[in-house]
């Protein structure tokens, strides 16, 4: 059983940054993959960027490319999201999720086993 369990999120002026940490307990494997996704409320939720274990390769989706960057920590076993140049449109409930056996990046939310618990980003205009 793995748990997740983010922090960092809060409240930031539009242009400001913030760093969203998400710890694992549990075993993950190299294969594996951790997600970010975010959600607003009465939407879906909606990938935002990952990281392979066994590569460290990314993707992020086109809205965050050149402002959010996604790193692990392995003694720690955490994984970051570093999100700059914020503006209004980023403000959601950010959720960190884990791809237990993953060949490949996915940005569905089906493919992801483990989530945690969310943490909202809120960015004022």
């Known amino acids: 059983q793995v748990q997740l369990v983010e922090s960092g999120g809060g409240l930031v002026q539009a242009g400001g940054s913030l760093r969203l940490s998400c710890a694992a307990s549990?075993?993950?494997?190299?294969?594996?993959?951790m997600g970010w996704f975010r959600q607003n409320p009465g939407k879906e939720r909606r990938f935002v960027a990952a990281?392979?274990?066994?590569?460290?390769?990314?993707y992020y989706t086109n809205s965050v490319k050149g402002r959010f960057t996604v790193s692990r920590d392995n003694a720690k076993n955490t994984v970051y999201l570093q999100m700059n140049s914020l503006t209004p449109e980023d403000t959601a409930v950010y959720y960190c999720?884990?791809?237990?056996?993953?060949?490949?990046?996915?940005?569905?939310?089906?493919?992801?086993?483990?989530w945690g618990q969310g943490t909202q980003v809120t960015v004022s205009s």
């Open positions: 990281i392979k274990f066994s590569d460290s390769r990314t």
């Open positions: 999720a884990l791809d237990s056996y993953a060949t490949f990046i996915s940005v569905s939310t089906s493919s992801y086993d483990y």
């Open positions: 549990g075993r993950t494997f190299s294969s594996s993959v």
